[in-house]
């Protein structure tokens, strides 16, 4: 360990006599390229060395300000100039800092003074090209067979453009791509390369015609300019590319090219120069290891790792060399990992971690750190992490302490309130403005007008939710209007002011509707267009204020001029939603200000030469980081080979390359989660590398972990008791209905939430008819049959079942389902009553109700279907659903027929004399291939298996039951206790209400 930390001694040593000889670099000398090691603050080690002169002479007072900085990405630009800042002590004329671009085509701002200018037509933006390609992959997805939805042809010609991207940054022609495909590859694979190619060639083609550029060609021919200008007259200011870890052939060229002008130098970030000479030489362009893409740029640079130096100077913000030592060993090859054992390493502190259990705990531990940090005078914290979900759950976990942390990769716009408004607007629409999706629209906090007008808007949506909840209405504006006007009195004080408003937005609605009506939707344009016209009015100006809407104004502006059938082709009306969600999900939202200045959320790519004085690593688990390896639908691995692109597991390289990086801070703290939201997740391997050199020299940051497992919740939570209201007897009804009484006796807190609390519950929006609803238009229609005589006649039966099931016509399948059930349930129901005329019986009454008073309580009641037996009566239930169990029965949970027929015999019925209840039955009504069943008291295989066989008796036991049942709960004072028999306990609408789960099977409960 400490002989390396002399060897970087001795290289800076090296360095500085170096630059006193005048320094490698020189035309036809030693290039000038050095490193800055993982410990190293890089933007800051950076700035200090050019303003110290050490590493490359600034000619005169103005050196600095002739210098050029050429830097990766945007996000490093910000870093260096912010670092310059530290450093100046004062006023500085700042060096000039340009973007030299990445792998992924990103282009320079412009050429230093002494380079030409390119004239070229506009180059085409990433919208554009899409838009523009997917006619293309359309065809091509039709002639083999893959026709997709239109979505997944907007994500094919994404990665097409990404695909042409790559091969011009690697410079493969299009004839190399019919030499690349084997003949044992599949089928699919050689018809994509044959696309491809075609694709390939006719694209500039394409893009003339258009009057466009393509960015990366005219990238590549800018920095190929510039490499043959800088040769044959090298510039005499100073020019610095730094931060650069991985770059294609033509960039690569550019940087060897800077690294050998008399003023040019080269730093690249984290080059291992004390790895062994065996261990580089057998790094492979495929291996995962963090110092192939340095090794595969120094090879394009046509450079040594030999001849590069030790960046001369140092920062406050650089972590212990120590830590490249443990970065080096925890990353090394992994024929090399034996060696560990026999390690003397150790961790040289600043070195933590947090293992929590879910996704919400890591945030959590996270923001707790963070939060502490800022305790802090000074003192800066960064989270890093390539887990955009992570990323924002850390964010909002800040704001309940007010702090607003700046996010680099800032927000999807598709995740954004003008965002979310769009695609809701899109989704009610699609859906004929079915009531879940149209009250999510309506209720968005950009729906309506601000203000206190605001307030009148809401009472009006309310109003609107309760009629739309339970059975959807029919499809369409129309079928809302209905809902109102049937569910509305007349004589309502707001018919007219409801009803008025409602169809104010249908005016609104229309033409989007008209829009998802057609057969065939227009093109993307078109839809944008409607769209635009929709937010505005349904909206106010607020839709378009802040960055997320001007993003969604722009996006709707570049549709409306991109997303004509000439261009995209057309696009089916149900594609709409995702497609536009699609392309708003890959446009980036950044907040300008009002972020705090200590904290930041960086990407991988935004980190890149970023360093602050607390380094969090989050999402430390395989397919997170590193990341899966990617799948390209156009190049697969083979064709990538013979075309000599990059393979798609260079991304685990620059990620670990990344990872070693934010290691070497002074304070890292390494965080992930045992378990994602559906399963286990396992370990990073770069996690996994530290817990197996470290062991228990890796701390866990004890005080974060403690706090993140506690955090919404105390550590010790008292166990609930189980709810056991009692009300006085004065404020409790005297009045049940006999099925209310088995619930009162099963779960009396259910009673209690229903009839003294008043609570009931709502219906779901727009929820699908189900068994309730078909057991209620089963009862309606036997009551309406056997009161006018029609039963027995199937045309009328018809009739009445097809007028019954009218209000569900918006439910084609539903009908095609219920009409023959409901037909056999009645056919079989007016067999069962024809055989009960032929043994002299007759219906004494149909859905008859009554009610008498026992012990100064009411009791109510309904009966199904009352027989005149010649004597006595016999009393029948209706079922659609399941009749009660025997087991139930005997138990004393299901006495309502024998409480009916104690109503019958003391004569509470209406229109009926006392009698004795000779017989009661549940009649079930299935309908399938057993049409009915009727379980009935004088039925001896029925009765001899529950109480029934001795009808008395069971009366008498079942009156006394409810005579207790009323002295307890109704005329006593016994608590409604929650769930006293939840096995028999009929809903749980109000399990929620007691909170059944904070108490349920604790001994105190």
């Known amino acids: 360990m400490w002989v390396r930390l002399r060897r970087y001694r001795r290289r800076n040593d090296f360095s500085a006599m170096n630059e006193a000889s005048g320094g490698p670099g020189a035309a036809g000398g030693r290039p000038r390229i050095f490193t800055v090691p993982p410990h190293g603050a890089f933007a800051d080690r950076l700035v200090a060395g050019l303003m110290s002169g050490r590493a490359l002479p600034l000619p005169g007072e103005l050196g600095l300000a002739r210098t050029t900085i050429l830097l990766p990405n945007r996000r490093a630009v910000r870093a260096v100039r912010d670092a310059f800042v530290r450093h100046s002590r004062g006023a500085l004329l700042l060096p000039r800092l340009a973007v030299l671009g990445d792998l992924d085509g990103e282009l320079m701002p412009g050429l230093p003074a002494d380079a030409a200018e390119l004239e070229t037509p506009p180059a085409i933006s990433d919208l554009e090209r899409t838009m523009r390609l997917m006619p293309l992959v359309e065809r091509w997805q039709q002639r083999t067979g893959q026709a997709r939805a239109k979505v997944e ?12 991207d790559l091969i011009q940054l690697y410079g493969a022609q299009p004839e190399d791509l019919s030499g690349a495909v084997d003949a044992d590859m599949a089928a699919h694979w050689q018809a994509t390369a044959r696309f491809l190619d075609i694709a390939v060639a006719s694209w500039p083609d394409l893009l003339r015609a258009a009057g466009l550029s393509d960015r990366v060609e005219h990238r590549q021919a800018l920095l190929g300019r510039t490499i043959e200008a800088w040769r044959a007259s090298p510039p005499q200011t100073p020019i610095v590319a730094a931060g650069i870890a991985n770059a294609d052939p033509v960039a690569a060229r550019l940087l060897g090219t800077i690294a050998r002008l008399p003023a040019g130098a080269v730093v690249l970030p984290g080059l291992d120069l004390d790895m062994a000479r065996e261990d580089w030489r057998a790094l492979a362009p495929h291996d995962s290891h963090p110092q192939v893409p340095l090794k595969l740029l120094l090879d394009e640079m046509d450079a040594a790792r030999g001849e590069v130096d030790i960046w001369p100077s140092e920062s406050d913000l650089d972590g212990p060399a120590e830590r490249s030592d443990l970065i080096g060993a925890a990353l090394c090859r992994p024929d090399r990992t034996v060696s560990w ?4 390493l150790r961790s040289p502190g600043g070195l933590t971690r947090v293992e929590c259990r879910t996704p919400a705990e890591e945030a959590a531990a996270i923001a707790l750190a963070m939060r502490r940090a800022l305790d802090t005078p000074g003192k800066t914290a960064a989270l890093v992490t390539p887990d955009r979900a992570l990323a924002r759950r850390v964010a909002v976990q800040m704001q309940r302490w007010g ?8 927000v999807p716009l598709s995740l954004t309130p003008p965002g979310a408004f769009l695609r809701l607007a899109l989704e009610a629409a699609q859906s004929g403005f079915a009531p879940v999706p ?7 906090p950009l729906a309506g007008p601000g203000g206190e007008e605001r307030t009148e808007w809401l009472r009006k949506v309310r109003r609107l939710d309760q009629f739309l909840r339970g059975v959807r209405p029919a499809r369409g504006l129309q079928g809302v209007r209905n809902r109102i006007t049937t569910s509305l009195e007349r004589t309502y004080p707001c018919y007219e002011e409801l009803v008025g408003w409602w169809k104010g937005l249908e005016g609104i609605f229309r033409p989007v509707a008209a829009l998802f009506q057609r057969r065939r939707t227009g093109d993307v344009a078109e839809a944008a267009g409607v769209l635009s016209a929709l937010v505005q009015a349904l909206s106010d100006e607020r839709f378009w204020q802040g960055q997320a809407g001007r993003a969604v104004s722009d996006l709707l502006e570049e549709l409306e001029r991109l997303g004509t059938e000439q261009l995209s082709g057309r696009v089916g009306a149900s594609d709409l939603p995702t497609l536009v969600d699609a392309i708003a999900a890959g446009i980036a939202v950044r907040p300008l200000y009002g972020r705090h200045p200590r904290l930041a959320i960086y990407g991988l ?4 030469l970023q360093r602050a004085d607390l380094m969090i690593l989050g999402g430390l688990n395989e397919g997170v980081w590193p990341p899966a390896d990617a799948f390209d639908p156009w190049l697969p691995p083979k064709v990538r080979t013979a075309l000599g692109l990059p393979p798609t597991d260079r991304a685990l390289a620059l990620s670990a390359h990344d990872f070693q990086q934010a290691l070497g801070a002074a304070e890292v703290l390494v965080t992930r989660a045992a378990r994602d939201e559906t399963a286990p997740t396992v370990a990073s391997r770069f996690w996994l590398r530290l817990d197996a050199l470290l062991g228990n020299d890796w701390p866990v940051d004890e005080e974060i972990a403690a706090l993140a497992a506690s955090f919404d919740g105390s550590a010790e939570r008292c166990a609930a008791a189980r709810p056991a209201p009692s009300p006085p007897m004065q404020a409790r009804p005297r009045q049940i209905s006999v099925t209310q009484v088995e619930t009162l006796r099963a779960d009396p807190y259910q009673f209690y939430a229903r009839e003294l609390l008043g609570l009931r519950k709502l219906d779901a929006l727009g929820e699908e008819a189900g068994p309730a609803e078909r057991g209620t238009i089963v009862h309606d229609l036997l009551e309406q049959l056997c009161s006018d005589g029609g039963l027995h006649d199937p045309q009328r039966r018809s009739e009445a079942i097809a007028t019954a099931l009218k209000g569900y016509s918006d439910h084609p399948l539903l009908l095609a389902l219920w009409a023959p059930r409901v037909e056999r349930m009645l056919g079989w129901a007016a067999d069962r009553m024809q055989e009960h005329e032929d043994r002299g019986w007759r219906i004494a009454a149909v859905e008859r109700a009554g009610e008498m008073e026992i012990g100064g309580v009411t009791l109510k009641g309904k009966a199904d279907v009352i ?6 009566y016999a009393v029948a239930d209706y079922k659609t659903g399941q009749p009660p169990a025997p087991g139930r029965i005997r138990e004393g949970y299901a006495d309502q027929l024998a409480l009916l027929a104690w109503m019958a015999e003391v004569g509470a019925f209406h229109d009926l004399d006392a009698r004795e209840v000779s017989e009661i039955a549940y009649w079930k009504l299935s309908g399938g291939e057993t049409e009915g069943q009727i379980m009935s008291s004088a039925n001896p295989r029925i009765a001899a298996d529950n109480v029934w066989r001795d009808l008395p008796a069971y009366f008498e036991e079942a009156r006394a039951r409810f005579r207790q049942t009323m002295a307890r709960w109704l005329t006593g004072d016994e608590p409604f206790t929650a769930r006293l028999r939840p ?15 904070e108490w349920e099977g604790n001994s105190r409960g």
């Open 153 to 164: 042809t907007w994500r094919y010609a994404q990665a097409l453009g990404r695909a042409l």
């Open 341 to 344: 054992g026999a390690s003397q």
């Open 403 to 410: 702090v607003e942390v700046d996010d680099s990769a800032g």
């Open 438 to 444: 149209l009250m999510a629209l309506l209720k968005h």
């Open 605 to 608: 790519l935004e980190a890149r």
């Open 867 to 872: 027989f005149d037996t010649g004597g006595s």
């Open 983 to 997: 096995e028999f306990a009929p809903y749980k609408d109000y399990e929620q209400l007691a909170r059944v789960q």
